[in-house]
């Protein structure tokens, strides 16, 4: 049977619509930085959730090829996640904002086994493959971060993504009650300080995202998104919704 991440780590992947404390560990991610409004069909973001996609799939199936990388083994390609902000101040998903002020992080976890040697050899199968991606992965658009998010708060949003702020609400009310703040990243449009334009400098973010494993300077608004909107109905959907905490200080 293959690997499935949101089953061995179910506390990661699969929590209650109750709130609750997690200290997220290092993980490996390939991520695409971006702006813009992600409903636009044909958009930035679209395109990038196919570059993520053709980057993963074949990483997967390596395993029907003449060659493997040390560690491999088959597996359940994880979820699509994201990291957001928009506008003055910390960005924490409780206003809707003007979605094309909104930047991103587009995100899809990696086995470990995914090193940057193999990342390279991927991309390079995935350009022969789809010579329509060659162009954004010669810029290097698509890059490999591994980073962790240390301690957090989570809860589980079921429902349109437009109904989060109720939920994101719920979640704020349980960090105060546990002494703790939200820890995101504030500053403009961006943890980087750039506006939501096309000047927005994406590989700066990811940069400052790849921290080796440690617990980056910039920590982000988070949702891992367990249901594809293209098959679910809205009312279906299930989304993880995670902040970043710290102690409050007095």
Same mark, same amino acid.
């Given at each position: 049977?293959?690997?499935?991440?949101?089953?061995?780590?179910?506390?990661?992947?699969?929590?209650?619509? %109750?709130?609750? $404390?997690?200290?997220?560990?290092?993980?490996?991610?390939?991520?695409?930085?971006?702006?813009?409004?992600?409903?636009?069909?044909?958009?930035?973001?679209?395109?990038? +959730?196919?570059?993520?996609?053709?980057?993963?799939?074949?990483?997967?199936? +390596?395993?029907?090829?003449?060659?493997?990388?040390?560690?491999? &083994?088959?597996?359940? *390609?994880?979820?699509?996640?994201? $990291?957001?902000?928009?506008?003055?101040? =910390?960005?924490?998903?409780?206003?809707? %904002?003007?979605? !094309?002020?909104?930047?991103?992080?587009?995100?899809?976890?990696?086995?470990?086994? *995914?090193?940057?040697?193999? &990342?390279?050899?991927?991309? !390079?199968?995935?350009?022969?493959?789809?010579?329509? /991606?060659?162009?954004? /992965?010669?810029?290097?658009?698509?890059?490999?971060?591994?980073?962790?998010?240390?301690?957090?708060?989570?809860?589980?949003?079921?429902?349109?993504? !437009?109904?989060?702020?109720?939920?994101?609400?719920?979640?704020? =009310? &349980?960090?105060?009650?546990?002494?703790?703040?939200? !820890?995101?990243?504030?500053?403009?449009?961006?943890?980087?300080?750039?506006?939501?334009?096309?000047?927005?400098?994406?590989?700066?973010? $990811?940069?400052?995202?790849?921290?080796?494993?440690?617990?980056? =300077?910039?920590?982000?608004?988070?949702?891992?998104? +367990?249901?594809?909107?293209?098959?679910?109905?809205?009312?279906? +959907?299930?989304?993880?919704?995670?902040?970043?905490?710290?102690?409050?200080?007095?």
């Amino acid at each position: 049977m293959a690997y499935d991440f949101k089953r061995e780590y179910r506390d990661l992947y699969v929590p209650k619509t %109750a709130p609750a $404390l997690i200290d997220v560990p290092a993980m490996t991610f390939v991520a695409v930085a971006g702006t813009g409004d992600p409903n636009v069909e044909g958009g930035t973001y679209q395109e990038v +959730l196919g570059l993520l996609y053709a980057f993963s799939y074949t990483a997967k199936m +390596l395993k029907m090829g003449p060659w493997q990388p040390e560690g491999y &083994f088959d597996y359940v *390609v994880p979820p699509l996640e994201g $990291l957001w902000w928009a506008g003055a101040g =910390a960005f924490d998903g409780s206003r809707i %904002a003007e979605k !094309d002020a909104l930047s991103w992080v587009s995100l899809i976890r990696q086995p470990d086994f *995914v090193t940057p040697e193999v &990342f390279e050899r991927v991309c !390079d199968m995935v350009a022969q493959k789809k010579p329509e /991606l060659g162009p954004a /992965l010669a810029a290097g658009e698509l890059r490999l971060v591994r980073f962790a998010e240390g301690p957090c708060a989570q809860v589980m949003h079921k429902g349109p993504y !437009d109904e989060e702020p109720a939920t994101i609400a719920r979640l704020s =009310a &349980f960090v105060a009650e546990k002494g703790l703040v939200p !820890d995101i990243a504030s500053g403009g449009e961006s943890p980087e300080g750039h506006v939501a334009t096309a000047a927005f400098d994406g590989g700066a973010l $990811l940069e400052a995202l790849d921290a080796a494993g440690a617990v980056p =300077a910039v920590r982000l608004h988070h949702e891992i998104y +367990l249901g594809d909107p293209r098959r679910t109905k809205p009312e279906n +959907l299930k989304t993880v919704i995670r902040h970043p905490v710290r102690p409050a200080v007095d």
